[in-house]
């Protein structure tokens, strides 16, 4: 059988320019959330993407510096802040399944940043925990030092306030950053306190932090890394059995070849650094995994995109080969700032992160570039960090000027992995679905059904709403709209 579509009508206030959030399915309805020159509404969808109710959202200020969703069975919390005058606030309001607030928004919390920060004016992030028990709210401001100082709410499922805290943590050089900021069920804070080269290509030193829900105090675990270069660093807990991954490409010599899987494990209920290894990849590892590369430089455009926990405590590894091609001969890869410049100070508060687009044509037309998106690679590794399987699925998209309809979206149904990409067939994309199941074997799927000529789908920007439920956005003469595909 093949999988079932359902589009939604276009509506005619969702031009391409609207910027979107899918929200997700509560007490029966999907939410999506969009955004048009300070106009915000919230879309009602029943199960059949039928529009039920077009909610708008005149309590918000005109214009936002960002908003987060929390989604439930029964409700929505949105995290929002702006900047009225000299402060930025953040503020919660409690949406119910259709797109409506029965109480006022309730202050997070307040910070006066000046006038002249309106450009780069974000100052709170948002995190929450797989199980959505705990909701963290936080800034991190600069002392006179350099040092980081960390102001944190912390927050139960029912937005009940838990605890505060006010913390430094030391910035030796301008080369350290922060990434990898998770929540876990327990509401303890992780991250990984990195620093790199003065070129910033590599990184060369790293430690795993701890700020546990009801200390005001950071613990650190360094990591050994011995005589190994790392690329971006990535992490994933495991809330079931108080493990943290950290993993990364790693290379053996400044601009050398990607040479296989860093990978660390850490206790950090106990603190403790369990193993720390690296996966060598094999020549026929690499040989599969070349698309236009040498067998030696296999794996130098791939990206960790994805890392999936397994029942056994192991974990699969999802990367993408990606690079572009320009007139001016100035590719944007590996080497040129692929991740953009580091320490991405304001003079007030930083973002760790920037967010994920609600608008994905923002900035995202330049002339004359090429983007290439390329193969996946899908690597199993065990619990004790070797290397159970591996697998590639073939692709080959490009497209000049926007990826917007490049890359992935990848399935979780449980029994197998499933990914959805567009390939250009005369002109047209086509979706494609492939799957890898839990023994690495993959399959290619039957074409999609419903798949109605005139949807353009952007596969990257989806949601898995459900066990076995997507909602993918997709254009349609100039409209955005919005595909389910039930698995």
Same mark, same amino acid.
């Given at each position: ?8 009508e276009?509506?005619?206030?969702d ?11 509560v007490?029966?309805n $999907? /939410? +999506? @959330? &969009?955004?048009d020159?300070?106009?915000?509404v919230?879309? %009602? ?5 039928q529009?039920?109710?077009r909610v ?6 005109k214009k936002?510096i960002?908003v987060d969703f929390?989604?439930y069975?029964?409700?929505?919390y949105m ?6 005058k ?6 919660c ?6 797109g409506?607030?029965?109480d ?5 919390d307040s ?5 002249y920060?309106k ?15 705990? $909701? /963290? +709210? @936080? &800034?991190?401001?600069?002392d006179?030092?350099n040092?980081n %100082? ?10 009940h ?5 006010r913390?430094?943590?030391p910035?030796e ?5 922060l990434s990898?900021f ?12 990195l620093?790199r080269?003065?070129n910033?290509d ?7 932090v701890?700020k546990?829900a009801?200390v005001?105090s950071?613990e650190?675990?360094?990591m ?7 690329d971006?660093v ?5 809330n079931n059995?108080h493990?943290a991954?950290?993993?990364?490409f ?15 494990k850490y206790d950090y ?5 369990l193993?720390?290894k690296e996966?060598?990849?094999s ?8 698309g ?9 455009d791939?990206?960790?995109r994805?890392?999936?926990?397994t029942?056994?405590g192991?974990?699969?590894?999802t990367?993408?080969?990606?690079y ?5 001969n100035?590719p944007?890869n590996?080497?040129?700032y692929?991740?953009?410049p580091?320490g ?7 973002s760790?992160?920037?967010?994920w687009?609600?608008?994905p044509?923002y900035n ?8 290439n ?7 199993s ?8 399987w591996s ?9 000049e ?7 992935y979206?990848?399935v ?8 959805l990409y ?12 492939t799957?890898?199941e839990?023994?690495?074997t ?8 419903n798949?109605?000529k005139?949807?353009t789908?952007?596969?990257?920007y989806?949601?898995q ?7 993918v ?10 595909a389910?595909?039930d698995f």
């Open positions: 059988m093949a999988q079932k579509i359902t589009y939604t276009p509506e005619k206030d031009y391409k320019s609207t910027e979107f959030e899918i929200i997700g399915r007490s029966g $999907i /939410l +999506v @959330y &969009k955004s020159r300070g106009d915000y919230v879309s %009602v969808y029943d199960n059949a993407m529009l039920k109710d708008k959202l005149d309590f918000l200020p936002l960002s929390i989604n069975a029964d409700k929505v995290l929002y802040q702006f900047q009225r000299e402060a930025v606030y953040s503020f309001a409690t949406m119910n399944g259709d409506k607030f029965n006022a928004p309730v202050l997070v910070t006066r940043i000046g006038y920060a450009d780069n004016n974000k100052v709170y992030s948002v995190e929450y925990s797989e199980d959505k028990s705990k $909701i /963290l +709210v @936080y &800034k991190i401001n600069q006179k030092e040092d %100082v960390f102001y944190t709410f912390l927050y139960d499922s029912a937005f306030f838990m605890n505060n805290s913390l430094s943590l910035m050089s301008k080369r350290h950053f990898n998770t929540l876990t069920n327990d509401g303890d804070l992780l991250f990984n306190k620093e080269t003065n910033r590599y990184i060369v030193s790293g430690s795993l701890i546990r009801a005001d950071f650190t675990v360094p050994e890394l011995k005589t190994t270069l790392l971006e990535k992490m994933k807990i495991d059995t493990k991954l950290v993993t990364s790693y290379y053996r010599q400044k601009r050398g070849n990607v040479e296989g899987l860093y990978v660390s209920a106990a603190k403790t650094l193993y720390e996966v060598v990849f020549p026929e590892l690499k040989s599969n995994a070349r236009e590369s040498s067998t030696n430089a296999a794996f130098n791939y990206f960790i994805k890392i999936i926990n029942k056994n192991g974990f699969i590894l990367a993408e080969s990606f572009t091609t320009n007139r001016n100035q944007w590996r080497w040129n692929m991740y953009g580091y991405m100070y304001t003079p007030y508060y930083y760790p992160y920037s967010p687009y609600y608008n044509w995202n037309y330049s002339m004359g570039t090429r983007y998106y390329d193969n996946i690679g899908v690597l590794v065990d619990d004790d960090g070797n290397l159970l697998n590639f699925i073939r692709k080959n998209q490009f497209d000027g926007n990826d917007l309809y490049l890359s979206l990848m979780n149904i449980g029994s197998e992995l499933r990914f567009n390939e250009l067939e005369r002109r047209d994309f086509i979706v494609t679905d799957g890898i839990p023994d690495g993959s399959s290619r799927k039957p074409t999609l059904r798949l109605d005139g949807f789908w952007m596969p990257r989806g949601k709403i459900s066990a076995r439920t997507v909602l956005p997709c254009i349609y003469r100039s409209y955005i709209c919005f389910k595909v």
